[in-house]
């Protein structure tokens, strides 16, 4: 399940570390809220014994923001999306917003307007294309992978076959990059974020794509990585 908040800020920018810096404590913030048993062991643990949390962000976009050269301009018209494949932390995170008349997104209080639970159309299971709104985060080795770099589909599709596995659903076959953006850094509690948003192809169920939706691509998703559009 995935939940779109629209939100309007209280300032005219977001400054660049919080993009996507406050996500995580956001997230988190939200499920203490309602189940802090829930939140205290999906940050020291992880999900049914795997390190990956599967919660994922997308950071606030604000319709209508002015074009302002190497600044994260807002409007009144924005939006934030949570998601979570598991009904469990997805009901805790619906709760906790229906309550919620702010977020406090780093430096910038978001006023709630109001949310809606963001239902797309019934996915097929066969070859689906799917494209995100914020960059992909892979590592091999220690080192930020991009597309077209060796290992980039070999560690995008162990992300996804770890996810199918811990959600129980078959794992995708025959993943292709489509299309990618331009490299992009962000700083995440001072360490650096490198990768690039992409749109893929792949051989998928379609219980796997709705998963994945709510989920996002690539690591650090709790961080607003690798939100899916």
Not at 24 to 48: F, I, K, P
Not at 74 to 87: D, E, M, N
């Amino acid at each position: 399940m995935r939940v779109r908040v629209d939100v309007t800020p209280d300032t005219a920018h977001l400054r660049w570390q919080d993009v996507h810096g406050p996500a995580r404590a956001v997230v988190y913030g939200l499920l203490e809220s309602r189940d802090q048993e829930l939140a205290q062991a999906l940050h020291d643990e992880g999900w049914q014994g795997q390190p990956l949390k599967p919660v994922g962000v997308g950071g606030p976009q604000f319709i209508g923001a002015p074009k302002k050269r190497g600044v994260y301009t807002t409007s009144s018209q924005g939006s934030v999306w949570f998601g979570s494949p598991v009904p469990q932390i997805a009901s805790v995170l619906v709760a906790a917003l229906a309550g919620r008349e702010e977020i406090v997104w780093g430096a910038t209080r978001l006023r709630v307007r109001g949310f809606t639970v963001d239902i797309a159309p019934p996915a097929d299971t066969g070859v689906v294309e799917v494209e995100t709104a914020t960059p992909v985060v892979l590592k091999h080795d220690g080192r930020d992978l991009l597309p077209g770099d060796d290992h980039y589909l070999e560690r995008l599709q162990h992300n996804l076959t770890h996810k199918a596995d811990i959600l129980g659903l078959p794992a995708p076959s025959g993943l292709r990059v489509l299309e990618a953006g331009p490299r992009r850094r962000f700083e995440v509690s001072g360490a650096p974020r490198r990768g690039a948003w992409v749109r893929i192809a792949m051989e998928a169920d379609a219980r796997f794509v709705e998963a994945v939706r709510s989920w996002g691509l690539g690591l650090e998703t709790i961080q607003g990585f690798g939100w899916i559009r």
